[in-house]
DNA sequence: TATTGTTATACTCTATAACTATA
DNA sequence: TATAGTTATAGAGTATAACAATA
């Protein structure tokens, strides 16, 4: 609906945005920030933030994995893993174990209970990204983040 | 190159990152993540960072525009509008004039310094969309940009 | 000397509650 | 009663410097 009090500002949906919307940047910024609304509103059970879950899932495919490749994978700092870890570690989710051939790193596992949980969380993960894309083909989802990643990549 | 030293562990590149690569929110992500970097490696002469070129430019495109307004565009919080605000009309590239109609409201209009400079830093930032499209066609740009804003809009 | 992981800390970004002036 | 804008503040996220242990 127009807003008759104000001509001289316009409606929200009336906003002039076109310069905004013709940049790749604002408009990965947009989808991400909406992928990470839907992540909130449902994982929950869970316990897992969008970059909880982003960890525990490479820890579970890559075990042995240490703080260093994950912070160079996920573009993470080490002092930001250092409480992120400790945390998974406390709940039982994950141990770290000294490496056979490098003292100074430490390998990561997922226990038994955090490969159950990160299976479960993936695989909800994997059930809203219909949602996600609802308004996208099978094709055009797969050919927007075949897209994306070559932009990134 | 493979390290000799740690076969339990992956290397950076060799780390299976397949799961999190599946997922949308994941792909835009990194992908917005890359155009931050872009665009703070080389706007650092306009001074403005990309929440304050995303309000300057709204600003320059819908004179007489409210914070409410900006706010609902760009899914920002009125409170932390407000210092941004401050800012831009203290560096004089805005001003901020009551409403006629709505005294409540106060609308907002580039100065003719705000004008000059954000049209200089839009031209530049269109700019740059080669940069970071440098991978893409000019056809999957474009499909890239519709799919997004297919996908939150 | 360089690297892994850690601590402490600072800085930025985002979110919540409460207030004022006006509608 | 509801809304626009503001203040103060809390919380989350991200960044830098310095250190111990090991390579």
Redesign the pocket.
Known sequence: MANP?NPAAPEGDKVDTRLLESLLGYNARRTSLLAIDVFLQHMGEFGL?P?DFSVASLILHNPGI????L?DVL?????????L??DLEQRGLIV?RP?P???????LYATDEGQTLVRAAEKKVTSLEAQIASRLSADERKTLIRLLKKVYL
């Not at 051939?101 to 390998?107: C, S, V």
């Open positions: 009090r933030r970059v240490t703080s260093r490749q912070c573009g993470l700092l080490p002092p930001n893993l250092v409480g870890l400790k770290r490496h051939l490098d003292g100074r790193a430490l390998g």
